[in-house]
């Protein structure tokens, strides 16, 4: 159940993304008969559900809707030498454009689906106005809000839980996107298949693309089997929630024709995932690669001279393929092997040989 102590008596503009907490908030305002139209943000890359199933509840509800694309500012950011997270800078867009509709169109509230279960945000909230309500002043603290706009969030203090059954329970209609979203653990919030780039890698038009064709098959995945999964790109791990749905997934995509790698063999009887952490002084591209085509040099993996190692993919033969990421920021370069021959005893000496460093962490999945 949820209750609200507060509702608005004057106009609100709801920023309605069509997953489940900002559809609670419209069916909340609704049934409150608070005037409210709907403002939904849209680009390139982004799941075409959300905005088909937010436009048929604001049809159904009689609630108006303004749909802008974000396309152009969104490249504008992300294709300009970006490697960080994209969702902090996006929703800087989106909420800047939210306030300047709101302040040009007289509206007195901008309404927010956050909910309980949004700690980070809850603890900035706390920071800057030493207390929790459902207005607040807070909304981005790269955008600032005109002195007569005022925040509303009516899920403030209710959980997941209850606002997927409220949601699930007044339109029958309603479906997830059921991708991991941006929290893995505790609660599930489903979003934009550009956040499942690797952080480090870079954005390309190429890689935008994939992002969203791969990760709508994880989530139609998902939704089949009710779980939650994404794929992450250019890294290729495909992340299942709970665990051990990840090979089939990795079947599906394959048979609706993406080319994931490595691919299904039976060949492979040994799956290592290996992530170093560097030491400091090794930096430079140049001195991580001599490193790698030592380390492969010493499993016997032969390579063509002068081949760059450094994120790439390795194939030598079919019983036997290597995968490299170099995590900048962290420093922590990340070996995926595939391999038909047993390294258990081998890999952690030849990872301290070469790279220097005892940080090194090794799982190992025989099959």
């Not at 950011?77 to 994209?86: E, K, V």
């Not at 990840?246 to 790698?261: D, R």
Request: aromatic share 10%; hydrophobic share 40%; proline share 3%.
């Amino acid at each position: 159940m949820i209750n609200l102590t507060f509702v608005p008596n004057s106009k609100v503009l709801l920023q309605l993304s069509g997953g489940k907490d900002s559809t609670a908030c419209l069916l909340l305002l609704n049934e409150q008969n608070v005037k409210v139209e709907a403002i939904h943000f849209i680009h390139e890359y982004s799941y075409k559900m959300t905005t088909e199933l937010s436009k048929q509840m604001c049809k159904d509800l009689n609630i108006p809707l303004h749909v802008v694309d974000i396309t152009f500012q969104l490249e504008n950011t992300l294709l300009n030498n970006f490697s960080d997270r994209p969702c902090r800078y996006c929703k800087a867009i989106m909420d800047e454009i939210t306030i300047n509709y709101a302040k040009s169109h007289n509206f007195s509230f901008i309404c927010i689906g956050d909910t309980k279960d949004d700690i980070m945000l809850i603890n900035r909230i706390k920071k800057k106005e030493g207390k929790l309500s459902l207005i607040s002043r807070y909304l981005n603290k790269n955008v600032s809000i005109p002195e007569n706009i005022h925040i509303f969030r009516p899920l403030l203090f209710t959980d997941s839980e209850t606002i997927l059954q409220y949601v699930l329970k007044k339109i029958p209609y309603f479906k997830r996107i059921n991708d991991t979203g941006d929290k893995y653990f505790e609660y599930s919030r489903e979003g934009c298949p550009l956040q499942f780039k690797d952080l480090g890698a870079l954005y390309t038009k190429d890689l935008m693309k994939k992002l969203y064709e791969y990760n709508t098959c994880c989530a139609e995945f998902a939704t089949m089997k009710g779980i939650r999964a994404c794929i992450q790109l250019p890294s290729e791990n495909i992340v299942t929630i709970p665990v051990g749905y990840e090979s089939e997934c990795q079947s599906f995509l394959l048979n609706k024709g993406f080319k994931v790698f490595p691919e299904t063999n039976t060949l492979y009887r040994f799956l290592y995932s290996i992530n170093i952490a560097l030491i400091k002084t090794m930096r430079s591209e140049d001195v991580i690669n001599m490193a790698l085509l030592r380390f492969c040099e010493r499993i016997e993996l032969p390579l063509s001279q002068g081949q760059n190692l450094i994120n790439g993919i390795i194939i030598e033969q079919t019983d036997f393929a290597m995968a490299t990421t170099w995590y900048k920021k962290m420093n922590i370069l990340t070996l995926s092997l595939m391999s038909q021959k047993c390294y258990e005893e081998l890999l952690y000496n030849i990872c301290l040989e070469i790279f220097h460093t005892k940080d090194i962490k090794i799982l190992i999945n025989k099959k």
